[in-house]
């Protein structure tokens, strides 16, 4: 069964402080990304990568950075997080050339206060 | 700017009733479009998609249809079951890297 694990469900920080989410994929999927998830705006792309060390903007990039340096874990990190970065994070990975079908983790509710 | 956005926010549905869920599009030049479906405390799950240059496509209980004309998509679920409640969302995707635009989402309930 193919598998997408972020390291916590939830997770509480304080402002300013800078905040590491996990994820790790056991499908060996090239494709890894970070999306965001309000209610009401459905799920934002942040950040994703197509390959180790490889990363690209996604449409809310900002307060936000990556890093991939293994295939299998792509990690999202809060530079100094502030109250308005409370929210679900979703992560996903899929195949290179895979069109439509991406493996999600359950999601990490963030909230910063 | 372009975006996939829905027309309802909540669709009550009794258990063995077929469902509709709509979902408007603005970008032309997406080639994909997607609905998935997300329970309760978990990811997202991929449904079904269909490519842009096709009409209709069908899977188990469930039917996308695509009208390009109004820039329109909907996903049909036969029979639906307690086990269809959940959150659904269409997709399009953008770009050669599988980079999915989501829309808000769709609540759907099924009653007894």
């Known amino acids: 069964d193919v598998k997408v694990t972020q390291s916590s469900r939830y997770l509480v920080k304080r402002t300013g402080e800078k905040v590491f989410l996990e994820c790790v994929q056991d499908?060996?999927?090239?494709?890894m990304f970070w999306y965001r998830q309000d209610p009401g705006l459905g799920l934002r792309l942040i950040y994703f990568?197509?390959?180790?060390?490889?990363?690209e903007k996604g449409d809310i990039p900002e307060g936000y950075s990556v890093s991939r340096e293994k295939k299998e874990r792509f990690s999202l990190i809060l530079e100094s997080a502030s109250t308005n970065q409370t929210s679900m994070y979703l992560c996903?990975?899929?195949?290179?050339?895979?069109?439509?079908?991406?493996?999600f983790g359950q999601g990490t509710r963030l909230t910063v206060v | 700017g372009e975006s996939v956005g829905l027309h309802l926010p909540t669709l009550s549905v009794q258990e063995g009733d077929n469902s509709i869920i709509n979902c408007a599009y603005s970008?032309?030049?997406?080639?994909?479009f997607i609905w998935y479906k997300q329970e309760s405390g978990k990811g997202p799950q991929f449904i079904i998609d269909?490519?842009?240059?096709?009409d209709k496509r069908q899977g188990q209980r469930v039917t996308v249809l695509l009208n390009k004309t109004v820039k329109h998509l909907s996903l049909q679920i036969a029979a639906t079951q307690p086990g269809d409640s959940a959150v659904y969302f269409c997709?399009?995707?953008?770009?050669?890297?599988?980079?999915?635009?989501f829309g808000a989402g769709t609540q759907v309930v099924v009653t007894p």
């Open positions: 269909i490519r842009s240059n096709m």
């Open positions: 996903a990975s899929s195949q290179q050339g895979a069109v439509t079908e991406a493996f």
């Open positions: 499908m060996d999927h090239e494709n």
């Open positions: 970008n032309s030049a997406s080639d994909y």
């Open positions: 997709a399009e995707r953008r770009g050669s890297w599988g980079k999915l635009q």
């Open positions: 990568s197509y390959d180790v060390k490889m990363k």
